[in-house]
Structure formats: C-alpha cells, structure tokens
C-alpha cells in the first residue's frame, strides 16, 4: 500500500513490531553487542558501532522520508557532514554556499584545509552561472543549503545538480531547515541530503542527531564504511527519540510554519523591525523558486531590528521565548548568529552575506501565535527604555 507522508511518518519502513509481541512503539535495543548462535553465524546484528536494529529502524524511516536509497545515522549533524567530507581526498576542490551553519565552514577551515582539500565559498542564490565560474577541473562537490542559514536565501537544486553532474561532481544539499516533509533534494537530482537531526526530525530539543541520506548504492557502501570506521554512529536510545519526533514531523512542520507565516506578516509592521526575511512573504526573492521545488517555506525566519542596542535588551526581555542556539524544536527560540552559530565566521565573510550585528534568527515554534506576538510585544517595549 503506497502511503502518504503523513502515514509514513507514523507507520515506519519495514516494521518488525508487530512480529514482536505487538508492541506499538519501536523496542530500544540498548545493547552494545549481540551473541551469535555459531561460528560464521550472525542475527544480522554483531556489534551496534556496525548496526543496531533501533537504529537500522530509523535510518529506513529517514530514507524513506527524503526518497533515497540509504540513511546513514549520526551522533550529530556535524558528524554526519564530517563522514561526507570523508569522501574526498586531498587535492578536491568543492564549491559552497557562502551562508552555511557557522560550524559547517568551520570544519571545512580546520579539518578539511589542513589535509589539502579546498574550497570556493559562492552565493548560489545569485545565480547558478555565478557558482559556475567557481568550479574547477578538480571540482568534486557543491555543497548548499536552501534555504541558508541564516540569511535565507534560496537556491535552485535542480540547477545546482545540473552544473554539479555536468562536471562529474556531487551536489550535497543540507536540509535540516525544511526537513523531508517539505523538501525532498534527492529528488531534484542532489546525491547526498545531509540533515541536522537534532532540529526538526527529533523536534523536541531533547537530542543531537545528523544523517547522510543517498540514492546510489556505491556512496552509501562507501559512507557505511566510514561510518563504522569513524564510530559517531547514534545511539539506540537516542534513535529511538528521533523514530518518536518523527511520527509527529507533519503535525508539528504544518503549524510552525503557519506560526511563522504569520509572525513574519506582523514582524513587518512592527517600528523597531527594519528587515524581515522569510521565503514564504511574496517580496522575498526567493519564493517563486520555492514555491516550485519545496512543499512550503518552513519555520525559520531571521529579521534586523533597528540598532544594534536593541539586541541585548530583546534577548533578556523574551519570556515564552528563548534566547538559545538550535531549531526545529517544539519550543520558539531566538538565536543571535554572530556571537552564536556563526562566532567563528570570519567578518568579510559575514559582511559580505549581510549578516550583520542587528541579525536575530527566529526558530518559530509550536506555541499559540498570540502568545508569541504578545511576547514580542512586550520584549520590544523593553528595548525602548
Ligand atoms: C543547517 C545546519 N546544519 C548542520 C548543523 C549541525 O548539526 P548538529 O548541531 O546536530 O551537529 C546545524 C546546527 O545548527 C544546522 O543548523
């Protein structure tokens, strides 16, 4: 039976529960390792640094979910991009977004460039010719984020994995922002989708998660390898709270984004807002495009106050809101990206994207919208004296 995304999320890939005992939720096999019945025997599980059946469980769902192949489950998001980076040698040359994660450039600087692997940092959203004249012949990769982070800019994944293939190189596409219930990359033709499962997939900001997923069987052989070799995998315990978030991805990415929707539209008309930048506001530049290749516009949104000042007295007056890094949970957070997510972004670099001292990113969260408005409300009352 073909189901709907919606189901999906609830009725997990290749369910064994109901062979065990019944039970409804996934069992967590806390186990390190598991005894075989005879030499040259095995359950199908040996040691769980190698597979654990918690995890094999939510590495099926997550795979399903984005349509690929494989999932690959991580400690952390940054583990999950640590393993992919693996997959180059010295010498590669990749093409990146400019407005990455502060901790995604961060690796590429101080893990990556050191072994002889470099990067050209573009905005993609300026155009796909533009990250064109930034490829080489030893280009292996582009690697995007779309909608980025923080700055929300949107790039075309099909075109981007049109110019990645016509010089025989990957597109890697971040998608933590949207998660697979709004965007699909491997789909629009990227070969590996790497997610920050500790944002929307887990949803509850109760655990660190990260997954690679692929569609070709030669990339998963590939990362699986490292995986094992590297041994961030994800625990069982944790797996089991990322399978749980799962069943509510739907529910919980349909309300945000109507949250969102209408803080940005309030956000606009509020006299100590100068800027509100949101995919899903018609003015934004970038919402065409995702109107065509995404199925909403999501729950982040970043907007400037009007000066730098007001920052502190906003952060400290929030109630309902938090002031605390990281996303996609149940709860409504305010992140200030140049001392947080993006401390270690050279200032050129942050300049060059806008990303200014004035910049507040918006994890919009589940809460009543008139709650939030009302805290907002009197936390910008708070910033006038
Ligand atoms: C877009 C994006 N990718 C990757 C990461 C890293 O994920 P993690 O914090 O799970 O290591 C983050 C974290 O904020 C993120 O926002």
Not at 154 to 169: K, N, Y
Not at 227 to 240: C, E, M, V
Not at 312 to 339: D, H, M, N, W
């Amino acid at each position: 039976m073909s189901l709907a995304i919606e189901s999906r999320c609830i009725h997990l890939e290749n369910d064994d529960r109901a062979a065990r005992y019944g039970a409804v939720s996934y069992p967590i096999y806390q186990t390190a390792t598991f005894a075989h019945p005879a030499l040259g025997q095995s359950t199908g599980f040996d040691y769980s640094r190698v597979q654990n059946p918690t995890r094999q469980q939510l590495e099926k769902t997550v795979a399903a979910l984005e349509q690929g192949t494989d999932a690959v489950a991580f400690s952390t998001g940054m583990a999950a991009i640590l393993a992919v980076m693996e997959l180059f040698a010295p010498g590669d040359h990749l093409v990146t977004e400019s407005d990455l994660y502060g901790g995604t450039p961060r690796l590429f600087r101080t893990i990556c460039e050191p072994k002889g692997i470099t990067f050209t940092a573009v905005n993609f959203s300026a155009g796909i010719e533009h990250a064109a004249k930034a490829v080489r012949p030893e280009t292996k990769a582009l690697f995007i984020e779309t909608p980025t982070n923080p700055m929300m800019n949107v790039t075309d994944i099909r075109a981007a994995a049109e110019l990645a293939h016509a010089h025989g190189a990957l597109l890697i596409v971040d998608n933590t922002f949207l998660s697979p219930y709004l965007q699909n990359p491997l789909v629009l033709g990227a070969d590996i989708v790497i997610h920050s499962g500790t944002k929307y997939l887990a949803g509850h900001n109760d655990t660190l998660a990260g997954f690679a997923v692929v569609k070709d069987a030669e990339i998963s052989h590939r990362l699986r390898e490292i995986a094992k070799t590297i041994g961030a995998n994800l625990a069982p315990f944790d797996s089991w709270l990322v399978l749980r978030g799962i069943q509510t991805l739907a529910v919980r990415m349909d309300r945000a984004e109507q949250n969102a929707m209408e803080l940005a539209l309030w956000l606009q008309k509020q006299p100590q807002v100068t800027r509100v930048i949101y995919p899903g506001l018609p003015d934004h530049p970038g919402h065409e495009l995702m109107k065509r290749q995404a199925r909403g516009f999501g729950a982040m949104l970043t907007f400037e106050v009007r000066r730098k000042e007001d920052v502190p007295a906003l952060l400290k007056a929030v109630r309902l809101i938090r002031f605390a890094e990281s996303l996609g949970g149940t709860e409504s957070l305010l992140t200030y990206p140049i001392t947080q997510t993006h401390a270690d972004v050279p200032p050129e670099v942050l300049a060059a994207n806008g990303l200014t001292d004035r910049i507040l990113r918006f994890s919009v969260g589940l809460e009543n919208v008139q709650d939030l408005k009302d805290d907002l409300t009197q936390a910008f009352a708070a910033t006038e004296g």
